[in-house]
């Protein structure tokens, strides 16, 4: 079964920084893509960015760019999430998903139905 497990979320007054960890795990799974999403209240949840497991390959949404840092650590096969630079508006739950792409060529997804594993979530506030 394929699990995956968010932390490091809190509460951070704006300017600050946080980093989310994102740890997969799974007895044959290995992740190919693994992208973040997050979702404010009252809002639909939308795509944060994406980080190819195999290259290292990253996406951001124009609104992380220059902001938010993808990086991973393959032997613990972690994704984090470095958000600096922090917004009240960056306030929400934080989610990652994981997938495996059937194709060296696909890119990583940008939408909530092209990952098919995600975690539970983590809470970040940003005060003002």
């Known amino acids: 079964q394929v699990q995956l497990v968010e932390s490091g979320g809190g509460l951070v007054q704006a300017g600050g920084s946080l980093r989310l960890s994102c740890a997969v795990s799974?007895?044959?799974?290995?992740?190919?893509?693994v992208g973040w999403f997050r979702q404010a209240p009252g809002k639909e949840r939308e795509f944060v960015g994406g980080?190819?497991?195999?290259?290292?390959?990253?996406i951001y949404a124009d609104f992380v760019k220059g902001r938010f840092t993808f990086s991973k650590d393959n032997a613990k096969n972690t994704v984090y999430l470095q958000m600096n630079s922090l917004k009240p508006e960056d306030t929400a739950v934080y989610y990652c998903?994981?997938?495996?792409?059937?194709?060296?060529?696909?890119?990583?997804?940008?939408?909530?139905?092209?990952?098919?594993?995600w975690g539970q979530g983590t809470q970040v506030t940003v005060s003002s």
């Open positions: 799974g007895r044959t799974f290995s992740p190919h893509a």
């Open positions: 998903a994981a997938r495996v792409l059937p194709t060296r060529t696909m890119l990583i997804p940008t939408t909530e139905d092209g990952y098919p594993y």
């Open positions: 980080i190819r497991w195999n290259g290292g390959t990253t």
